[in-house]
């Protein structure tokens, strides 16, 4: 069976035939195209529109293909333009003229867009399935550290000291509202548009609630040209994909600065480093580094659909075919990088001494000494205006805020006692003790609660 081109007088030149195929990629699709036909066939069959004696030659036949393609029996054919064809062709092979009768009440455009959409309902389960794995590593890891310290930053500047568990917990919130995105992305793909034919609907009494129950999907489509020319579903999956893998970069960033002699907060394992090719002592952290440098082609994926979409009118058009190896890619590249991602941060190990050390330097307290003097009747703005001038005695002496005398306190504010002293890093953590805080007994809840959300 040749592509279908009764209308015309020429073959298709080579050219152009190589430029418009899509079976070297969209041959991943081999799953969702002979699972659709055969549901749609016996659904052909229950409405009388074939017999079932052809639903059965058909279903084997197309039962018999999925084995080829699985076992690396079938042959593609550039020729045949993509997978739809490319399996019909085959399966005139097997059973002859009634392969026929399965295009019946079913057009490639509708027949494709279910079949992406099969595609991107079985990719948005890995991806949450796979987000939630990272999860857990980062629960795991937050709860294998509750008492480490480290500091926290603004602008890249030490802060103040933070729990590393509540540093953590902090991207097991973004992971979270990933899946609460990809979750409800699967909300508006769970939707059947096989029936709609070409644009129009089709002329046969057809059942697309059974083919709908048969598939799997939630509902069927309201229109049938929208059915048909509609890929929001995979802008979607690709703007949750480029939202997740920012939250990924972010933390790569985190473990490449963190690994580095300069911080020495952490040691990523060796079979997730690599070497330089002339620098026998370097340990490169290239899983966090791809990790962050595949973020820029998911987000090409995204602007690539948007433009596609942009300025098509209704219904089908061939701009369409470019949906596919942009969506795979992000799928690939999202879900790959989250399991070697996860691999990764399993095996860690964070330096406490030195976060501790880090964290208690550069005059993180100073906040602290501030909010002793607002609690003391000193309004905050003095009170920041008064500790500034005492970090600014420390620098020119060269010391700690802790190292400095209670005199050099007190001539600064008579509101100064000894307890100032008492200010230390884990007073600083356990005074944070509001919902959504740092304090130990904050992080307690929130991995009780993050711990419950994980079991759910």
């Not at 949450?128 to 890891?141: A, C, M, R, T």
């Not at 933070?162 to 508006?188: G, N, P, S, T, V």
Request: glycine share 6%; hydrophobic share 40%.
């Amino acid at each position: 069976m040749k592509p279908l081109r009764s209308r015309f007088e020429k073959d298709t030149d080579s050219k152009v035939q190589k430029y418009t195929e899509s079976i070297s990629y969209d041959q991943q699709l081999y799953r969702e195209d002979i699972i659709g036909s055969i549901a749609h066939a016996r659904m052909l069959s229950q409405c009388g529109i074939i017999g079932w004696d052809e639903v059965e030659k058909i279903v084997e036949g197309l039962n018999s293909i999925r084995e080829e393609i699985q076992n690396g029996e079938f042959t593609f054919d550039p020729a045949l333009e993509d997978i739809h064809m490319s399996i019909e062709t085959r399966l005139f092979e097997k059973i002859g003229e009634v392969a026929g009768k399965l295009h019946t009440a079913r057009s490639r455009n509708d027949q494709v867009a279910t079949d992406m959409r099969m595609y991107a309902k079985d990719a948005i389960f890995e991806t949450i399935v796979l987000l939630q794995g990272f999860q857990k590593v980062i629960l795991d890891l937050a709860e294998t550290n509750k008492e480490v310290i480290i500091p926290g930053y603004t602008h890249m500047q030490r802060a103040q000291p933070i729990l590393l568990a509540h540093h953590l917990l902090a991207y097991f919130e973004m992971a979270q509202r990933d899946i609460d995105r990809f979750q409800d992305c699967l909300k508006r793909t769970d939707v059947l548009p096989l029936g709609s034919g070409a644009l129009a609907g089709v002329p046969y009494r057809i059942d697309r609630n059974m083919v709908a129950k048969d598939l799997g999907f939630a509902e069927t489509s309201a229109n049938s040209l929208d059915a048909v020319s509609d890929r929001d579903f995979i802008i979607e999956y690709q703007a949750a994909a480029s939202i997740a893998m920012m939250h990924l970069s972010r933390l790569a960033e985190e473990m490449i600065i963190w690994s580095s002699a300069e911080f020495g907060f952490i040691e990523i394992d060796d079979a997730y480093a690599t070497s330089s090719s002339i620098m026998p002592q370097k340990k490169n952290p290239d899983v966090a580094e791809l990790a962050r440098g595949k973020t820029g082609r998911v987000y090409g994926n995204l602007m690539a659909i948007l433009t596609t979409m942009k300025g098509l009118p209704l219904a089908y058009n061939r701009d369409l075919q470019e949906d596919k190896e942009g969506f795979f890619d992000t799928v690939n590249t999202l879900n790959s990088t989250l399991e070697v991602f996860s691999g990764m941060l399993e095996t860690v190990k964070f330096n406490a001494e030195r976060t501790g050390k880090a964290a208690s330097e550069n005059y993180t307290l100073a906040t602290d000494v501030a909010d002793y003097l607002a609690k003391k009747g000193v309004p905050f703005r003095e009170a920041h205006g008064i500790v500034g001038k005492l970090v600014v005695l420390a620098i020119s002496k060269g010391k700690e805020l802790t190292e400095l005398s209670l005199t050099d306190y007190q001539n600064l504010s008579p509101h100064f006692e000894e307890d100032v002293f008492s200010i230390t890093s884990q007073s600083s953590i356990a005074d944070r003790n509001t919902h959504g805080g740092t304090a130990p007994k904050q992080l307690e809840r929130a991995l009780k609660i993050a711990r419950r959300k994980l079991n759910e």
